[in-house]
């Protein structure tokens, strides 16, 4: 790395996602919604409210996983259950191998990271990498099972305002 250090750019990475993810909170009632939807094929994630009425849609490039029960990551990119269309907007994740030095950001396998804290600072630097407007953790539908890290790049859709 040139100027900054790996944790200079890490701190960096989270500050700034907690302040999108704030204003996601307060402008749209992010995380407050009722149930959700990911539509893998059109990578748009929905959000609806008590009346089961779509409230929010919005265009999303996976991130990755991070499953609980072994704490692993996997990027995106890598994950074959993860549509081919999807895994290439998720390429550019791995150049940040060549900013950070460090190749966790190019490693194709599951690695164990250190709890899910690790997986929403691997997150925070794909935000930034990409300079999206935040991110949406959807959880497993099963007991255990990952959860999916989802950078959002743009709000397509929106009725609700708070």
């Known amino acids: 790395m040139a100027s900054k250090t790996f944790e200079t750019l890490q701190q960096e990475a989270n500050d700034e996602l ?6 996601l ?3 749209y009632a992010l ?3 009722k149930r959700w939807w ?4 059109t990578a748009k994630l929905q959000f ?4 089961d009425h779509m409230v929010l849609e919005v265009d999303v490039v ?4 991070f ?9 995106a990119w890598s994950n074959s259950s993860v549509r081919p269309e999807l895994r290439q907007k998720a390429e550019p994740f791995k150049q940040l191998q060549a900013i950070t030095g460090d190749d966790l950001f190019t490693n194709d396998k599951a690695f164990v990271v250190d709890g899910e804290t690790a997986a929403w600072e691997l997150t925070a630097m794909a ?7 935040g991110c949406y953790r959807a959880p497993s539908s099963q007991p255990g099972g990952p959860h999916t890290f989802l950078a959002i790049t743009a709000i397509a859709n929106s009725d609700h305002k708070k």
């Open 18 to 23: 907690e302040e999108k993810q704030t204003s």
């Open 25 to 27: 909170r307060q402008t």
């Open 31 to 33: 995380g407050e919604m």
């Open 38 to 41: 990911f539509e893998q094929r």
């Open 48 to 51: 609806f409210d008590n009346l």
């Open 62 to 65: 996976d991130v990755g996983s």
């Open 67 to 75: 499953a609980p029960t072994s704490s692993t990551w996997k990027w």
């Open 127 to 133: 935000v930034k990498h990409i300079a999206a407007l």
